[in-house]
C-alpha cells in the first residue's frame, strides 16, 4: 500500500461520523434513526410528542406485499422481509401471518381490472391469485354471494402499529440514537449551516429546551407536519393531511384479511376481534385540530360492511341493529399530487445559499401506506443519507434514491385532489 493510500485510510479513520436529525418519531422516522446509527451516524431523533402518538400509533397495521407497480412491489418485498425478521429479532414486537383477499362486488367496474392486476403482481413474484368465489367461501368464512371477482394474496400479515414504533424506538436508543420527546423543532438553511432549533417550551429529556444545533444532515418525517417543517427552511411540499379512520368490534373473528374495494373498508383480525377502516375523507385536515374520533356515519357504513362481509358486528340481524363497536378513532394519512411519496434530497441546488440542499432530506406524502413501508423506507433514507454525505449525486446510477419518489419533481405549490389510496386502481397503478 502507498503511503497517500495509507494516509487516506488514516483519515478516513479518524473522520468523526456525520450528525443527522430525524424530525419526526412515528413509524418511519424511528426507523431512519435507528438504520442511520446502526450505519455509524451519530443521531438526534426529535419528536413534538411521545414517539408513535400521531398517525403511527392510529394506524392499521395491515401489511402486504401485493403491489402491480415495479417500485412498490420491491418497496414491499423488502418490508415484509424486514417485519417477518424484525418479528425473530426485535424485542416487544410481533408479526402474524394472515392472507389478504381482495374482493370486488358485482357492478363494479373495477372487477375487470382484477385479473390483470393479479398478473403483474405474480410477475414481482408475490404469492397472489384470483380465485373461485366458491372456493372462497369454503377456506374462509366470508360472504361471496355478492361478488364478482377476489384475489387472495397468501404472504400478507399484520402487526400492532405502536408496539413497533415502541421496539425500534428500544432500538433506536441501543443503537446510540439521542431520542428527545416532547421537543418541538424548526429547520434553517441557509446553504453553509444547516440547523435544528428547539422550540423555547420544549420538555425533551434531553435539556433541549431553546437549543440551536448545528447538523451535517436533516431528515424531515413528521408526517402530516412535514410541510410545516419544511416551510421553517423555506422549502414547499406539496404534501397535503387528509383524515381517515378506524374501528375495532369485540366479537370474535379468525378469518383473513379482507378489502372490500367495492365497499371501501378493509379489515383483519384483532387481539380483542377485529379492527375494519377506511372512511377517508378527501379533504385537507389541520393536523392539530382534526377530529380523532371516529364519526356515526363511519361506524355506521362500516359496521353494514361488516354484517355482509363476515357477519362481525351485532347478532347477524337487521342493517339498524346496534354494532358491537368498541372503539372508533381517526387518524391522519398524507397525500400528493400523483400518489407517490416524496423520498429524498429536497430543494435542489441552491446557490444563492452558498451551496446545495442535498443535506436536507424528506420523507413523507405515503396515501396511506406509510406503515407497511416503514422498514424498507428507513433502510433506504439511512443508505441515501449516507451516499449523499459522501458525495454520491441523487441522480447516479449508484444512489440508493428512488428517481419516481423524487421530492423535487414538483414544485411545492401545486393544487390537487386528494384521491384514496387504497384502491384497485392504485394498485394496478395504470
Given at each position: ?16 461520523p456525520p450528525?443527522?436529525a ?10 431512519v434513526?435507528?438504520?442511520?446509527a ?22 392499521a397495521?395491515v ?37 389478504y383477499?381482495?374482493a ?66 428500544r ?19 441557509n ?21 440551536v ?12 407536519h ?13 404534501v ?27 379489515l ?12 377517508t ?14 364519526d ?47 423520498v ?48 454520491t449525486?441523487?441522480?447516479?446510477p ?5 428517481g419516481?419518489?423524487?421530492p ?14 387504497m ?6 397503478g395504470?
Amino acid at each position: 500500500m502507498s503511503r497517500s493510500a495509507r494516509d487516506d485510510t488514516v483519515r478516513d479513520d479518524l473522520r468523526e461520523p456525520p450528525a443527522v436529525a430525524v424530525v419526526g418519531g412515528g413509524a418511519v422516522g424511528a426507523t431512519v434513526a435507528a438504520d442511520l446509527a446502526a450505519r455509524g451516524a451519530d443521531v438526534t431523533l426529535y419528536d413534538r410528542g411521545e414517539l408513535g402518538a400521531e398517525s403511527s400509533g392510529r394506524a392499521a397495521g395491515v401489511l402486504y406485499d401485493a403491489y402491480a407497480e415495479d417500485v412498490d412491489a420491491a418497496l414491499a418485498a423488502r418490508a415484509m422481509e424486514r417485519f417477518r425478521a424484525f418479528d425473530r429479532s426485535l424485542p416487544g414486537f410481533e408479526f402474524t401471518p394472515c392472507p389478504y383477499v381482495i374482493a370486488v362486488r358485482e357492478g363494479d367496474p373495477d372487477a375487470d381490472a382484477v385479473p390483470s392486476m393479479v398478473d403483474r403482481m405474480r410477475s414481482h413474484g408475490r404469492d397472489v391469485s384470483v380465485i373461485d368465489l366458491a372456493a372462497l367461501a369454503d377456506r374462509f368464512p366470508i360472504a361471496t354471494d355478492d361478488l364478482a371477482v377476489a384475489a387472495v394474496a397468501e404472504g400478507a400479515g399484520w402487526c400492532d402499529p405502536a408496539s413497533y414504533v415502541a421496539a425500534m424506538g428500544r432500538r433506536a436508543r441501543r443503537e446510540g440514537v439521542a431520542v428527545e420527546t416532547e421537543t418541538a423543532v424548526s429547520v434553517t438553511d441557509n446553504g453553509a449551516e444547516l440547523r435544528v432549533h428547539a422550540s423555547e417550551d420544549a420538555a425533551g429529556g434531553g435539556g433541549s429546551r431553546g437549543a440551536v444545533r448545528e447538523f451535517d444532515a436533516v431528515v424531515v418525517a413528521a408526517g402530516a407536519h412535514s410541510a410545516d417543517v419544511l416551510a421553517d427552511a423555506e422549502i414547499a411540499v406539496p404534501v397535503v393531511p387528509y383524515r381517515v379512520q378506524a374501528l375495532t368490534s369485540g366479537v370474535a373473528y379468525d378469518g383473513p384479511m379482507v378489502y372490500d374495494a367495492t365497499a371501501g373498508v378493509y379489515l383483519r383480525p384483532h387481539p380483542t376481534g377485529l379492527l375494519a377502516g377506511d372512511g377517508t375523507e378527501p379533504v385537507a385536515a389541520d393536523p392539530d385540530e382534526y377530529d380523532r374520533e371516529g364519526d356515526e356515519w363511519f361506524v355506521d357504513s362500516v359496521s353494514k360492511t361488516l354484517r355482509e362481509r363476515v357477519d362481525a358486528v351485532g347478532d347477524g340481524g337487521s342493517d339498524d341493529e346496534a354494532p358491537s363497536v368498541e372503539r372508533a378513532w381517526a387518524g391522519l394519512c398524507t397525500a400528493t399530487p400523483d400518489g407517490d411519496p416524496l423520498v429524498g434530497p429536497v430543494g435542489g441546488e441552491r446557490p444563492d445559499r452558498g451551496g446545495d440542499a442535498d443535506r436536507l432530506f424528506v420523507a413523507t406524502g405515503w396515501q396511506g401506506h406509510g406503515f407497511m413501508r416503514a422498514p424498507a423506507v428507513g433502510e433506504l433514507v439511512a443508505e441515501g443519507v449516507l451516499a449523499s454525505l459522501d458525495g454520491t449525486d441523487a441522480d447516479a446510477p449508484e444512489s440508493p434514491w428512488i428517481g419516481p419518489f423524487d421530492p423535487d419533481r414538483f414544485d411545492g405549490d401545486e393544487a390537487f385532489e386528494i384521491t384514496e389510496g387504497m384502491s384497485v386502481e392504485a394498485r394496478v397503478g395504470e
